[in-house]
């Protein structure tokens, strides 16, 4: 296969993911696209990510033009249009672009909602005040293409807010590549899914799935590209990447102004201590280890 075409296939391959396996639907138990799966969705949302109203202040953007690129079920870009901002929402997937729409309708507020791709955007050059895009651009085939694509759509002195998953992180080093690598191990045996289940609270059914891919080929699930790939948004994930600062700022090379923060530690992930962690102590360590990278830059 051709480069390009190998590109496309994985495109197809990750929006296919993203159709089956809306962005965090599996947060809620409420029928998926109800007003209560909204709402459970928004309330966890904010539990467990709290810093993200603190990084964006949602307020700030009354009135402007924000455009979010991968919208996924729309929680943040609630938040945006709620706060008075002319809010547009793409995403790669019709299945995300109908439940955004059924939210909107439901609060009955405005938005420009449309199936799109980043690494293409349908918009003019400098159309936008704030590019906001929260998770999205590492499961994309080529990353940078979309990130000058936020270039081009902002305007002169617009404001882009990018996060990207950090590999410097505890999630990275410690949960993922050896607790989970460990793991992963014990699901050679029958009774592997329910055991780690009860051990750490993981979806069994997912668990499930990991064990297939695991009995299929042991070394293929294990390489750290595709180990990453199918431990961050659940199995079957067919692309998922981690960038350290410097080179995550060196993609955002041609923005000014441009800095980078790192922000959540889920506490999920830490055995046993996890939970006990005050809010002071979470956020400290959040900022050095946290699976968060946050790009924030001037046109
Ligand atoms: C992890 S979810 C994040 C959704 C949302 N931003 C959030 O924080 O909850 C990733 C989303 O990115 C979308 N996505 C992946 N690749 C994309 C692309 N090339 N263009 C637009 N959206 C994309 C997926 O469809 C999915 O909705």
Redesign the pocket.
């Known amino acids: 296969m051709n480069p390009n075409s190998m590109a496309e296939d994985l495109?197809t391959r990750?929006?296919d993911?993203?159709?089956a396996n809306?962005?965090?639907a599996k947060f809620a138990e409420e029928g998926i696209g109800s007003r209560e799966f909204f709402a459970h969705v928004e309330r966890h949302?904010y539990e467990t990510e709290w810093h993200i109203p603190e990084v964006v202040g949602f307020d700030r953007w009354r009135d402007k033009d924000v455009l979010?690129?991968?919208?996924?079920?729309?929680?943040?870009g609630v938040r945006f249009a709620r706060a008075g901002a002319r809010y547009t929402g793409?995403?790669?997937?019709e299945?995300?672009i109908e439940l955004v729409r059924r939210r909107f309708e439901y609060e009955g507020l405005a938005a420009e909602l449309r199936a799109?791709?980043?690494?293409a955007l349908p918009f003019a050059d400098s159309s936008f005040d704030l590019v906001y895009?929260?998770?999205?651009?590492h499961?994309?085939?080529d990353t940078e293409k979309?990130i000058n694509e936020v270039h081009r759509v902002l305007r002169p002195g617009g404001t882009a807010m990018v996060?990207l998953y950090h590999r410097r992180s505890y999630n990275y080093y410690v949960n993922i590549m050896t607790l989970r690598r460990l793991g992963v191990r014990l699901l050679r045996f029958d009774w592997g899914p329910r055991f780690v289940h009860k051990l750490t609270g993981e979806d069994e059914a997912r668990l499930s799935e990991l064990q297939r891919a695991y009995r299929r080929d042991p070394a293929a699930l294990l390489d750290r590209n595709e180990f990453l790939n199918q431990n961050?948004?659940g199995a079957g994930n067919p692309l998922a990447r981690a960038y350290s600062r410097r080179e995550a700022l060196e993609m955002f090379s041609r923005f000014n102004a441009t800095r980078a923060e790192v922000h959540f530690l889920n506490k999920r992930w830490i055995p046993l201590i996890g939970n006990l962690m005050p809010r002071a102590v979470e956020r400290r360590l959040a900022r050095v280890a946290g699976w968060h990278l946050w790009i924030i830059a001037r046109k």
């Open positions: 495109k990750v929006k993911f993203w159709q809306p962005c965090g949302r979010e690129v991968g919208c996924g079920l729309g929680t943040d793409i995403d790669l997937t299945r995300s799109a791709d980043a690494e895009s929260h998770g999205v651009l499961h994309t085939p979309a996060m961050t948004d």
